[in-house]
């Protein structure tokens, strides 16, 4: 699920990038609404007016969710134990 949560994010911030596709398609605004309340609380810790307008909050989501991708993965990996 998570995974499918970063597409969702990478899809969000390609659709950010071509000017010609309205922000008011509802497929966009799809996008917006599943990613806003992830992004924005970050957007307020690194805001874009500080990153020369660029806005690195879906990167770094991304990399949040592939490290926690990762730590869930090894949680659910079992223990192995040392056999006599």
Do not use: C, N
């Not at 949560?5 to 390609?14: D, T």
């Not at 609404?33 to 990153?51: A, S, W």
């Not at 989501?61 to 659910?76: D, K, M, P, T």
């Amino acid at each position: 699920m998570l995974q499918v949560y970063q597409w969702i994010i990478i899809a969000r911030a390609v659709v950010s990038w071509i000017p010609t596709i309205p922000r008011y398609h509802p497929a966009v605004r799809l996008l917006e609404d599943l990613t806003e309340p992830v992004l924005r609380p970050l957007r307020r810790l690194i805001p874009p007016e500080k990153t020369a307008y660029v806005d690195f909050t879906p990167l770094i989501v991304f990399f949040l969710i592939s490290f926690l991708i990762r730590v869930l993965a090894s949680l659910a990996a079992p223990v192995r134990t040392i056999g006599i």
